[in-house]
């Protein structure tokens, strides 16, 4: 009480405090309250059980389970023999509720001691406790859109990042890789798009922490960004929930609108021995796919045709003898395969070693990782080391605190290769064929535009350092029975270091530069504080109810100091500490979160149930009066199965129907300061500092609102062996976080506003099946189909941005440009479509011609096991998308580019006389056919993936076991074995403007996602 | 045992309750810290209304306006490229579709870099807005009505600056002379005709010359100074056809020989940072670069993008009789395997993004006066000045004996200027205002004379309109 009297002299201060208080002060009197009920209770011993717990099937006995009598709060838990016993004041006969992870729980009535309790393993996964927002739930009685990917599914998978493993496994997930640089940024949305300008990546969450995805780095490669989700070890992962429809997801309110991706690590259990795993892989990787160019000849040919086309003189093409002034007659010149010279077979390591287990009262997990990967174009690179430690310890029955901690070390090595001049892949595959690689005196040649690849891999020094903590504390109150209070504090701490280095060698540092590097540190905190109060009560067991109260309080504080010095005395010294000059930037950025949330269930009798939650946030990014913003949503469930007149159908072993709506919200991904008029210095002239009017403020700027509705059904058929789950969603974003275009005549370009509106409606279609189930042979299959529909239902201006736009009544990512109706055979022009009937070609017949969304897409999985050998087959697919392949584009249009980039085959086809039919026009760097972007580079981007095969096989048991060693699993797999599409690129799965969210599906000199081979093993002790 | 577990609670009772309190302290330190965490400084911004409070911040807002007019979307790049490859000087030969619009003279309205210039010249009017209306009410003691007058009389050279580029680009384009408060501040603000907009940059080039001090003791190049008011007022009246004012104007520069002369030799202008011959030269520095000079070499001289060269046209004049030391434009690289390519230079450092920009020079001043001469029936005057700017470079000046056609001698100072001018973005508006463009680089239709709104500024502001012959 002392505490409530300090607080009551805040009470008057603040308004906000003023909530916070009365939360804790209630809490505190909630503790207080149960505290007395404790103390008052009399003991009475009026009957003493003994007992043991077993696996039905096996008769193993059964450590930790739990043992309760029904209308007690009083339990016991089982010891390393499996045996329990407790002494009680209740009479018998009484009901016994046992329980244990992975089990269904028996409920039987005793009436004498001892007892034996055997408890049947659970079948499928329609029965597992799901992890849910600041809780768990039964997936039987769930009134929400929950996906769960477990780690077995996707251990065979050789990516770095637990996003890119998460491609076709959930219905509703859309996953792409950008790239194939390993460690980078993933192109990842739950059920669509509905974001401009602030994020549109899901929230990740793991074991309740949130992590932050702001990517650190500042120094650019051309579009790719490092990914922070890359930091966590996909090793630790025990399983992850993929939250979808509001009633999961608006418990996070204003970080919920993207979808949930909720990460469960491994942990030690309670009463169980140590068991230590080791895995361990390695793989090759190498490019899919490469661009057929053109030879030197073919190149000769091209450009004289298009010399010639333009009207220039026979004696003055460029490929004309040597003897004349030319370059030499086209069948002179040579052909330079600089992208062999870039590309490698590249390794993959990784090894996993951990350990798990635990006394009665404490728990433990340490895992250790350690990963390698290299990048098939030279000379990309990532590394992890990562520690994790999870520890539980149970004081007594009513307290429990914990920690996990882990500690990740990356290191990058990265060059500049998409969409920069000075990038690997653009000297490698831009420079025409003919030109050489190194000049007479042995020194680089830059013949083109372009870095010579070569230098780019050899001399560039780029790398990158991070260095990672995410540490949580937590202490857990059991008040009463069902009662429970929760704190938590975490922390996660982000950096990294970035060093570039270009000598005077490269491109970018020779002459008179003289080198020139760039270091740059850039950090990331985020403090979170969580309190929670859960309540969970069955009455006669058939009322199940349950309560969550809680609060969250978040800073965020992002920080970024950057040295360049230019001007080394030899490319021997790349510390800017040598360099003749040094400029300097440093910044630093903060925002605050503070939430809080309630979260009501009630379930009759497993048939019904009914779901409520609401959470309030205020964000510092918003103006005063837009602080606070309040997502409530609401989810039923009726579980027909357990009605008599289904069961008497005798079709069904589950059917249940749910629906849920509710709100979210989105505020991630805009500036800290986004509604305020502001000022930046930094606009200097002459070395002398000056200033800018920065931004127009917005006073009323707030939250993005996402309201969602689900209607969902779940059906299970033969005891639960084939399970289908369809769920239909629709989603409407309003209050658009829009960098809103306004009249540049004030000086602004944009104003961040609440304006536009989005929508995404889709079916997601999951289903699963133990096709065959027999001891020796197994055949598991599940397949994920999921469409989703973006419009743009309202925007008040189009926003273009290079060959996208964004227009009322489109999708996102639409392409716009003009469209190419053929070539006229008479005189080789491009034919384009007038839209506007003028006879003349302008802006006004630019159109939409398609955009990146999928139709359908998914994944299909198979599980095969025969005796000790188990082979997976996954497939995913992307129907119906189109992707606008500029690199084709550059490689291909304006005649022949006037040597400036290389040419691919395509050009071949090009119209030559009177009568051809082709869609490549006349050569020529005049008109039209040189000027206007046709639509003849979009293309149909579907594609079906044989993602990974793997073949493993499990050691048998019995020999085993004389070497103490409980399960060794060796196994070989492939990875993006085939790929069966129509595209026209080196790869279907490609993004180059990762950087950029509101691109998808564009596709510039980007190399293919790695065709990979690994053997690995795992071992169990 | 059921004792002993009783027994135990309450021995842990007063246990139990110092957790309680251990949780419930913390919770109060949040509540306390609450307001901090929502109420973060925005420690790399000042708030609006503490943009320009004192004599300081006075003065950083004008270094800013400087910055806003020498940023690359405007005089560090986009404006030079754009004009000089309009005119016949420059040729395209990029890969860009839309930098060989302007090549070709066919710019569509989408065209990104119209639209990015469009955006610059406007933020630079704003910042003068801003300096124009604030400065006055600044309560600083420390701040003299005379450094006052310095600032307000600098903002209005340079807001006359941007309206002159607007005007000569676009004709038709919005006046604002009021700083932006919200983004209802421009409502209704439509596009005003070339006379309103050629009133505007008059007005504020009187006020301009009515603030700056009459008699500087030094003159600072890289800054406005009266001289740049003059200079820029004898430029405006000879596109007005004002012809006794230009070559008033001209003459109260030229006049003030101790301060502004033609240098020799002629490269030494750019190969040198404000030489007597700049009367406003926009300088950077390794802080704060242009980009310019990457538009116009290969990759394997200096790591530049080649897009930009001289023509031909203008390479054989350069390199004629009348050409002299002006030749320093050019520059002859071997670049294998394709042989000797010549390129324009002005001591070109790409790298390090120094070079400086020229916007007034001594040279042009003469060609002012000589071209104002000429119409004014002073032949003698005006062959005088063309000569002057003829020998500075070494070249042949028979041609200009005993000239007294009026047409034939202002044919000479437009050969002069495209000469002496060449890389500084006066060609294609000298063609205009003589109207020659249509006949000299063959353009069909004239309304691509003058450029298209960008679009998205017809699509976001509904009182503007696009210029004839745009969709």
């Known amino acids: 009480m002392q505490n409530f009297k300090k607080g009551r002299h805040l009470y008057s201060a603040y308004s906000l ?29 009026n009957s003493t059980l003994n007992g043991i717990v077993s696996d039905a099937t096996t008769g193993e006995t059964l450590i930790g389970a739990s043992i309760q009598i029904q209308g007690t709060t009083h339990t016991a838990s089982t010891d390393n023999k499996g045996k329990f016993n407790f002494v009680t004041g209740q009479k018998f006969p009484y009901t016994l509720i046992v329980s244990y992870v992975g089990y269904k729980t028996a409920i039987l009535v005793v009436d004498g001691s001892p007892v034996n309790v055997r408890l049947e393993p659970e079948a499928s996964q329609l029965n597992d406790v799901i992890v849910v927002g600041y809780g768990q739930q039964n997936r039987k009685t769930l009134t929400s859109s929950v996906a769960t990917v477990s780690a077995k599914q996707i251990e065979d998978i050789p990516a770095a990042g637990l996003d890119q493993k998460l491609q076709g496994q959930a219905s509703g997930l859309l996953v792409s890789a950008n790239t194939s640089v390993p460690g980078s940024g993933i192109f990842i949305r739950v059920r669509g798009s509905s974001s401009i300008n602030a994020s549109n990546d899901p929230l990740y969450v793991v074991d309740g922490v949130f992590i932050n995805n702001r990517t650190l780095q500042s120094i650019t490669t051309g579009g790719q960004q490092t990914s922070p989700i890359a930091d966590i070890n996909p090793g630790d992962i025990e399983s992850m929930e993929i939250l979808k429809d509001a009633n999961a997801t608006a418990i996070y309110g204003s970080r919920g609108a993207n979808g949930v991706v909720l990460i469960t690590t491994k942990r030690g259990k309670l009463n169980k021995k140590a068991k230590v795993d080791f ?27 298009t010399w010639l086309n333009d009207g220039g003189a026979f004696n003055l093409r460029p490929f004309r003898p040597k003897s004349e002034g030319g370059l030499g007659l086209p069948e002179e010149q040579v052909t330079i395969d600089r992208v062999g010279l870039i590309f490698q077979n590249a390794p993959t390591d990784n090894f996993d070693l951990s350990v798990a287990g635990g006394d009665a009262k404490t728990s433990y997990y340490l895992g250790g990782n350690y990963f390698n990967q290299e990048a098939i174009v030279k000379p990309d690179r990532f590394r992890r080391a990562s520690f994790r430690i999870n520890l539980g310890h149970q004081f007594d029955e009513k307290i429990k605190i914990g920690v996990s901690a882990n500690l990740v070390s990356t290191f990058r090595n990265m060059t500049p290769n998409n969409n920069v001049p000075n990038g690997t892949v653009n000297g490698a595959l831009y420079t025409p064929v003919y030109l050489p690689l190194y000049n007479e005196d042995g020194s680089y040649a830059r013949p083109s535009l372009f870095e010579n690849p070569v230098a780019a891999i050899k001399e560039t020094i780029f790398k990158d350092v991070g260095s990672r903590v995410t540490a949580n504390a937590f202490g857990e109150y059991k008040i009463t029975s069902g009662l429970k209070f929760r704190t938590s504090w975490s922390i996660d701490f982000n950096e990294s270091k970035a060093v570039n280095f270009y000598n005077s060698k490269l491109q970018l540092g020779q002459a008179p530069v003289n080198g020139t590097g760039t270091t740059a540190l850039n950090r990331n905190v985020t403090l979170i504080n969580e309190q929670l109060l859960t309540y969970d009560k069955v009455w006669d067991n058939i ?9 969250t309080l978040q800073k965020e504080t992002f920080e970024n100091t950057s040295v360049t010095g230019v001007g080394y005395p030899t490319d021997e010294f790349s510390q800017i500490s040598s360099s003749a000059s040094q400029t300097g930037t440093s910044s630093e950025s903060q925002a605050g979160l503070v939430s809080f949330f309630g979260r009501l269930s009630y379930g009759y009798n497993g048939k019904y149930m009914i779901d409520a939650s609401v959470r309030a946030d205020a964000s510092s990014r918003f103006g005063k009066d837009n602080r606070w913003g309040y997502f409530p949503a609401v989810g039923i469930a009726w579980r027909a199965s357990q009605e008599e007149f289904i069961k008497k159908l005798n079709l069904f072993s589950e059917l249940k129907f749910n629906a849920s709506y509710g709100s979210t919200g989105n505020q991630n991904g805009i500036p800290d300061f986004a509604a305020l008029g502001l000022w930046n210095g930094g606009n200097n002239y002459l070395n002398t500092a000056g200033i800018l009017p920065f931004q127009l403020a917005n006073p009323n700027l707030k939250w993005e609102t996402t309201t969602q509705l689900n209607l969902g059904v779940n059906m299970g058929f ?26 540049q005549k004030l000086g602004f370009a944009t104003i961040f506003s609440n304006s536009g509106e989005i929508s995404n409606k889709g079916f997601e279609l999951a289903l699963n099946g133990q096709l065959i189930a027999q001891k020796s042979f197994s055949w598991n299959a599940r397949i994920n189909i999921s469409t989703n529909k973006n419009k743009i239902e309202k925007l008040n201006t189009p926003i273009l941005d290079n060959r996208t736009i964004m227009q009322q009544g489109s999708p996102l990512y639409s392409f716009y440009a003009h469209k190419q109706l053929g070539v006229n055979p008479e005189n080789g022009d491009v034919l384009f479509e007038d839209l506007n009937g003028d006879k003349a070609l302008s802006d006004a017949d630019l159109q939409i011609i398609g955009d990146a969304w999928p139709d359908f897409y998914g994944g299909l999985g198979n599980e095969f096991t025969y005796g000790d050998f188990d082979l997976n087959v996954f497939f995913n697919y992307s129907l119906g998308n189109s992707i606008w392949n500029n690199t084709r584009y550059r490689m291909g249009h304006g005649g022949s580019r006037n040597g400036v980039f290389a040419q691919l085959q395509d050009q071949l086809d090009r119209w030559q006389k009177p009568g051809d039919i082709t869609e490549v026009p006349r050569l020529t760097t005049k008109g039209n056919n040189a000027s206007i972007i046709p639509d003849r580079f979009l293309e149909d981007g579907s594609y079906v993936r044989l993602k990974t095969v793997s073949i493993g096989y499990r050691l048998p048991k019995k020999i085993l076991a004389k070497h103490h060693i409980s399960n060794v699993r060796i196994y070989l797999s492939a990875t993006n074995l085939l790929t069966f599409t129509k595209y026209k690129g080196v790869d279907p799965e490609v993004n180059t403007m990762g950087s950029n969210q509101n691109v998808m599906g564009y596709d510039q000199a980007i190399a293919s996602q790695p065709r990979t081979f690994q053997a690995g093993f795992n071992v169990a002790f | 045992m059921w004792h002993f577990k009783i027994n135990y609670n309450i021995m842990n009772l ?13 919770l109060l330190l949040i509540a306390s810290s609450c307001k901090d965490l929502l109420d973060p400084k925005p420690l790399l911004y000042v708030s609006e209304d503490n943009s320009i409070v004192n004599k300081k911040s006075a003065e950083a807002a004008v270094i800013g306006a400087y910055n806003a007019l020498s940023q690359n979307s405007y005089q560090g790049n986009t404006f030079r490229y754009i ?18 619009e302007f090549d070709v003279h066919d710019v569509f309205a989408t065209n990104t870099s119209v639209s990015s210039l469009w955006g610059a010249l406007y933020s630079t009017i704003n910042i003068s807005n801003n300096i124009i209306d604030k400065v006055p009410k600044v309560e600083d003691q420390t701040y003299s009505q005379s450094e006052r007058n310095v600032a307000v009389g600098e903002a209005h050279f340079i807001r006359a600056l941007a309206y002159f580029d607007l005007v000569r680009l676009w ?13 209802n501040s421009g409502d209704g603000i439509g596009n005003s005709g070339p006379i309103a907009v050629y009133q505007q940059i008059s007005d504020d080039l009187d006020v301009a010359q009515s603030l700056l001090p009459l008699n500087p003791s030094a003159i600072n190049r890289n800054r406005a100074s009266i001289y740049a008011v003059y200079a820029l007022k004898a430029r405006l009246f000879l596109y007005l056809k004002n012809w006794g004012k230009a070559a008033d104007y001209a003459d109260l520069v030229i006049k003030e020989a101790s301060k502004f002369t033609l240098v020799k030799p002629y490269a030494q202008f750019f190969n040198a940072k404000n030489t007597t011959e700049s009367i406003f030269e926009i300088d950077y520095t390794i802080n704060n670069k242009n980009s310019f000079a990457g538009n116009w070499f290969a990759s394997n001289i200096t790591g530049g993008t080649k897009e930009l060269l001289p023509t031909d046209d203008l390479i054989a004049l350069l390199r004629g009789p009348y050409g002299g030391d002006r030749k320093a434009l050019l520059l002859d690289i071997n670049t294998p395997p394709k042989g000797i390519i010549t390129y324009g230079n002005m001591n070109f450092k790409i790298s390090t993004g120094e070079n400086q920009v020229y916007v007034l020079r001594i040279a042009e001043q003469y060609l002012i006066r000589a071209e104002a001469y000429a119409e004014l029936e002073k032949p003698d005057d005006a062959v005088a000045d063309i000569r002057t700017v003829r020998l500075r470079a070494n070249a042949a000046d028979n041609d200009l004996n005993g000239l007294t056609d009026k047409e034939i001698i202002i044919a000479k100072v437009l050969q002069e200027r495209r000469l002496e001018l060449a890389y500084e973005s006066h060609r294609w508006f000298d063609l205009i205002r003589r109207g020659l463009a249509e006949q000299v680089l063959g353009i069909t239709d004239p309304d691509k004379l003058l450029y298209p709104i960008p679009r998205q ?12 012959g745009y969709k």
């Not at chain 1, 009322?543 to 609060?551: E, K």
């Not at chain 2, 500024?457 to 004839?468: F, G, H, R």
């Open chain 2, 171 to 183: 004709a038709n384009v919005p006046i604002i002379t009021e700083r932006t408060r919200s983004p």
């Open chain 1, 718 to 743: 033969f005891a639960d062996r084939f399970n289908v789950e369809l769920n239909y969603y629709d989603k409407y974003t309003s209050n658009l976080l829009l960098q809103q275009p306004i009249s």
């Open chain 1, 279 to 305: 895995g361990y892989y390695h793989g090759v990787s190498k490019a899919i796919k490469f661009w057929p160019t053109l030879t030197g000849e073919q190149e000769g040919i091209l450009q004289n045709e």
């Open chain 2, 14 to 26: 007063k246990k139990i309750q110092k957790y309680t309190i251990v949780l419930a302290i913390p």
């Open chain 1, 543 to 551: 009322h199940q109810f349950n309560a969550t109260v809680g609060n």
């Open chain 2, 83 to 100: 004009v000089n490859l309009a005119s016949d000087n420059l040729r395209w030969v990029g890969n860009s579709p839309s930098n060989r």
């Open chain 2, 457 to 468: 500024e017809l699509l976001v502001d509904p009182a503007l309109k696009q210029n004839p």
């Open chain 1, 17 to 45: 405090q003023k909530r916070l208080l009365l939360f804790s002060s209630s809490i505190i009197l909630l503790i207080s309250s149960s505290l007395i009920s404790v103390a008052q209770t009399k003991p009475l011993i």
